[in-house]
């Protein structure tokens, strides 16, 4: 049997993080305004009842705060409570509070994986979203972070102000050197934001998407799982899928208008192929589209083959 990775998400909203990001508000991304550390331990039993461990390894994850800038002694009490139950802890952290002394504790407390927020390798950009740090800064977290034998997560942005896609790019390009996952966020204006209160208007949508896909493939083309984009809440519906219908409209393009296509993709990627509302089937305006999810085929790549008469064309 496959074993199932679980994690059981403890959210400690904006604590350990004296900065005010112009487009952060941890509590509205979170849906949590406050944070009980006595809560946390029936937190973690209420999750664990409804796990079956026979096919499921399971992780504890310290979300929505920068948990390595919090209390030291309330960082190491929370650590020694998710020992009592699992063996695999995750956090996420901004490079600032990332040090050898910090990375020594998480070594002792059994945490694999450290998601760092990045967002950024501008410094104009860093500057004007005030993150309180800069890019070489950045960088340096992550060297550490790898150096220490540890997982890691670079967390990105799209969007934001003064960015440019060159400067996206450029940043998933440099993370591409370190990480071993990431993820996409596109620029979100939430409430009770300086953002907001700049009444900042991101890319529209379908800009967003472009840019966002743009980054998507630095990080396909170096084999870099993206483990999400998009936000859960408060983002563009679907983004993610939106920005892997418009990774697959770009390989396919070049067939626009052929008679009848197949497609080999890999397993569970029809909908992305076809796209949301099969967009990429009306946009590629292809009479007759078949797709063929295939085991082998991995990644993100696919098959073509063009069909004209009674003979296939392999492409």
Not at 71 to 79: A, K, P, T
Not at 85 to 91: A, D, E, G, K
Not at 125 to 139: D, F, M, P, S, Y
Not at 204 to 216: H, Y
């Amino acid at each position: 049997m496959k074993t199932k990775h679980i994690n059981i998400p403890i959210f400690i909203p904006h604590m350990g993080c004296p900065h005010e990001c112009i487009f952060c508000n941890q509590r509205t991304i979170s849906g949590k305004n406050d944070f009980n550390i006595e809560n946390v331990e029936n937190e973690i039993q209420t999750a664990l009842s409804t796990i079956d461990f026979a096919a499921t390894e399971v992780e504890i994850a310290f979300f929505g705060g920068s948990f390595t800038g919090i209390d030291r002694g309330l960082m190491i009490n929370l650590l020694e409570i998710a020992n009592k139950y699992v063996q695999v802890i995750r956090l996420s952290t901004r490079p600032d509070y990332i040090d050898a002394e910090i990375l020594s504790i998480l070594k002792r407390y059994n945490v694999k994986t450290i998601e760092l927020g990045i967002q950024c390798l501008n410094d104009d950009v860093l500057n004007v979203c005030k993150r309180g740090h800069t890019a070489e800064q950045a960088i340096d977290a992550c060297n550490q972070i790898k150096n220490a034998q540890f997982d890691l997560i670079g967390q990105m942005m799209v969007g934001l102000p003064s960015s440019t896609l060159a400067d996206e790019v450029y940043t998933a390009e440099t993370l591409c050197e370190f990480v071993d996952g990431t993820r996409i966020y596109p620029t979100t204006v939430l409430e009770n934001t300086e953002l907001a209160a700049t009444n900042y208007v991101p890319p529209d949508t379908d800009e967003m998407i472009k840019r966002a896909c743009d980054v998507f493939a630095v990080f396909v083309k170096n084999n870099i799982p993206v483990i999400r984009i998009g936000l859960a809440t408060n983002g563009i519906p679907a983004f993610g899928e939106l920005v892997e219908n418009e990774y697959y409209y770009r390989l396919l393009k070049k067939y626009h208008s052929v008679e009848n296509l197949i497609i080999e993709c890999p397993k569970g990627h029809t909908s992305k192929v076809i796209g949301q509302n099969k967009r990429n089937k009306y946009r590629l305006n292809v009479k007759n589209i078949k797709i063929v999810e295939k085991n082998e085929i991995l990644g993100y790549n696919i098959n073509i083959n063009i069909m004209e008469g009674e003979e296939f064309i392999c492409v």
